[in-house]
């Protein structure tokens, strides 16, 4: 400074030196602005962070190319630094040590971070995936008891099947969020039947939606018992928690669909699997009975068969028979009249033996019978009750009436009197 | 053909069955067998129906635990 008449005249460097003076002691800060007018110059890389005013800013190239997400022009950032001033141009600009993005690309750039872990733990693959139930006994329902999710989940589950719900009410956004999802994750685990959870919210903003991407509620939902439904958003939104789930539908109405079968159809398939029972049994019945038949058949046929050889044989047989008969036949029809006469001379013989003893016979025979005794003036006495003789006095009584036969007639009597 | 345990869960019921059905249908298994098939799926029918009607539409709340720990409940966007 120097005074020339009655002013103070100041050089530049006082000034800046004065302005840097004043400007030492700002500790670094962090800084919320848009990233613009990116260049790299030597080993700096040069951009202005902007809102509705703006400062130029650098940072190290070896730095900025280690970001986990490198900005772009526009991108939302929030960068960490301190303010420099270049007195020499008493230039004004932020020397950035650290810069992440902020805003939906710091949420993104989470997502994506988050993503690449459950990556690298297999979380993520479609082998992992189970198969749901077709009727869950109960269903795990893990929603706000207020949002419109769990009425559109419940209508839509109901006109399928009367289902047995268990509904879990948890905020499904906020910070309290990815916290009491994962409770009612494991206290849905825990109670017995729940075969199948759903996890629902509406669509909504990013930022609405980082429940679903928050990693502790991913791997819950990877590590659950039961197999999760995701039901998170619209068409468009796609979480993490879709993406472990073992089945992401792109609204809640759709979940209704994959967790249960519709009742009706249910119904009709059970009717037609009892209509192939009786069907595959008659079938089997005919089928049966057509093998029998043609076993039968078979029989038949077989036993034919071997009747026709036995009648070709016999036939052969007779064939040959006959002549060999007729040639007997000759042959002995030549000896019969030889025989002959020895035959009826023997007989002869015989029979005139017969006669002579039968002669004697008779005569044997007139000498014993009863007939021949009663001509010689003996009398049979018999009871006319029976017609027998009465051999005996020991049958008789007084009064007795008895029949007397003679050589030459019958004659009536009664008992006088028995004497022993 | 499996055996004969009676099948704890609706879907296993379900496959049984269908597998039954289409064993019986397809023909080629003597009568014994088919009478033994149609008793096994008769049995597996009358599994299904019996889960059939037992859902009741019922609707129950998890309730209890501390719901401090749910933290507070945000503005659900619906």
């Not at chain 1, 630094?81 to 932020?94: L, Y």
């Not at chain 1, 002869?348 to 044997?364: D, F, H, K, P, Y």
């Amino acid at each position: 400074m120097k005074t020339v008449g009655a002013r103070q005249v100041w050089a530049v460097e006082e000034i800046t030196a004065a302005l840097g003076r004043r400007l030492e002691g700002i500790p670094s800060v962090w800084v919320e602005a848009e990233v613009q007018n990116l260049r790299q110059r030597g080993g700096q890389v040069y951009f202005t962070l902007r809102d509705s005013h703006q400062i130029e800013a650098s940072m190290r190239t070896v730095l900025f190319e280690r970001l986990a997400v490198r900005p772009e022009d526009g991108s939302l950032v929030q960068a960490y630094g301190r303010v420099e001033f270049w007195a020499d141009r008493a230039q004004i600009s932020m020397r950035i040590e650290r810069m992440e993005l902020a805003g939906e690309g710091l949420l993104l750039a989470q997502i994506e971070a988050t993503k690449g872990r459950l990556a690298r733990d297999g979380l993520l693959g479609d082998t992992r995936k189970r198969t749901l139930p077709l009727l869950p006994r109960r269903i795990g329902l893990i929603t706000s008891a207020v949002g419109a999710a769990r009425n559109d989940v419940l209508n839509n589950l109901w006109a399928r099947f009367p289902a047995d719900v268990v509904l879990a009410d948890v905020p499904v956004q906020g910070e309290g969020a990815p916290r009491a999802i994962v409770r009612a994750l494991a206290r849905l685990n825990a109670l017995p039947e729940v075969d199948v959870i759903i996890v629902a919210r509406g669509g909504g903003a990013l930022e609405d939606l980082m429940a679903f991407n928050d990693e502790q509620v991913c791997r819950a939902v990877a590590g659950s018992r039961a197999p999760v439904v995701s039901a998170v958003g619209h068409e468009r939104d796609v979480t993490l928690c879709d993406l472990v789930a073992d089945r992401r539908v792109s609204t809640p109405t759709g979940a209704a669909e994959v967790v249960i079968v519709d009742r009706g159809s249910l119904e009709a398939q059970l009717i037609a699997a009892q209509r192939g029972l009786v069907r595959g049994l008659a079938r089997a019945r005919e089928s049966s009975a057509r093998r029998v038949d043609q076993r039968t058949q078979a029989v038949i046929a077989a036993l034919r068969a071997v009747e026709a050889r036995s009648e070709s044989r016999v036939s052969a047989a007779q064939s040959r028979l006959a002549p060999a008969l007729r040639r007997r036949a000759d042959a002995a029809a030549l000896r019969v009249p030889v025989a002959g006469d020895r035959v009826e001379r023997a007989v002869r013989a015989r029979a005139a033996t017969l006669e002579r003893q039968l002669v004697g016979s008779a005569a044997l025979l007139a000498a014993l019978s009863p007939a021949r005794t009663v001509a010689r003036g003996y009398a049979i006495v018999r009871a006319p009750a029976d017609d027998r003789p009465v051999v005996s006095a020991a049958g008789l009584h007084k009064g007795d009436v008895v029949e007397l036969e003679m050589r030459d007639g019958r004659v009536d009597a009664t008992v006088e009197g028995v004497r022993r | 053909m499996t055996d004969d345990t009676r099948p704890v869960s609706f879907e296993q019921a379900l496959a049984r069955l269908d597998e039954v059905v289409a064993r019986l249908e397809g023909g080629e298994v003597g009568l014994e067998e088919a009478v033994a098939l149609f008793e096994q799926g008769q049995g597996y029918l009358a599994t299904c129906r019996e889960r059939l009607a037992r859902a009741q539409q019922r609707i129950e709340e998890l309730t209890g635990g501390s719901d401090a720990e749910f933290g507070t409940v945000a503005d659900d966007p619906f």
